[in-house]
């Protein structure tokens, strides 16, 4: 996809917006999964063992990111922001189509429901959901009305491989 005018590319607006677009995303999958099956968007935190640093500044990847490690209370590892996904995947029908991460203005620390306006908004999730359906060549659904805002229920097959993962079972590995 293009964009005209070329946009400046901010690190910092862009993980905004991504983090936006998945909770705008799990929100309108929740409307479209058969009733049992639930879906959210989850934030690991800060965790600055991953690659999600590689593009920031190099003051920021070189000296803030190690402050932050030593620091108590402003970042975890790895395994603790994996344990926030596996946290998610507990969560009954009642918490479905829902953004999780730290409490605001935290880095680090029990997962809540992040209740801000600009999540709550159904004219804006339907749109990514379209746009996402033709940029992917459409949803594995019976029919493509979903790409077309319809709420259709996915195909038995679809249905059939989603039952059958059930709960993930992870295995720690060692390097």
Request: hydrophobic content about 40%; proline content about 7%.
């Amino acid at each position: 996809m293009r964009m005209d005018p070329s946009l400046k590319y901010h690190p910092g607006n862009q993980y905004a917006t991504v983090k936006l677009f998945a909770a705008w995303w799990a929100a309108e999958l929740a409307q479209k999964l058969p009733t049992g099956m639930t879906v959210n968007a989850v934030s690991p935190g800060r965790t600055p063992g991953t690659n999600a640093v590689r593009s920031v500044p190099f003051m920021m990847k070189r000296v803030l990111l190690p402050i932050f490690r030593l620091v108590p209370g402003k970042a975890h590892s790895v395994e603790d922001g994996a344990r926030r996904y596996l946290e998610a995947v507990d969560f009954g029908p009642e918490r479905n189509g829902k953004f999780y991460a730290s409490a605001p203005k935290k880095m680090i620390g029990p997962l809540k429901e992040m209740k801000m306006d600009i999540f709550d908004n159904p004219a804006a999730q339907q749109a990514l959901w379209n746009v996402t359906c033709k940029v992917a060549g459409g949803v594995a659904t019976r029919r493509r009305a979903d790409c077309d805002g319809a709420r259709t229920e996915p195909s038995q097959s679809v249905r059939s491989q989603m039952e059958s993962l059930g709960r993930v079972k992870l295995v720690r590995t060692t390097e």
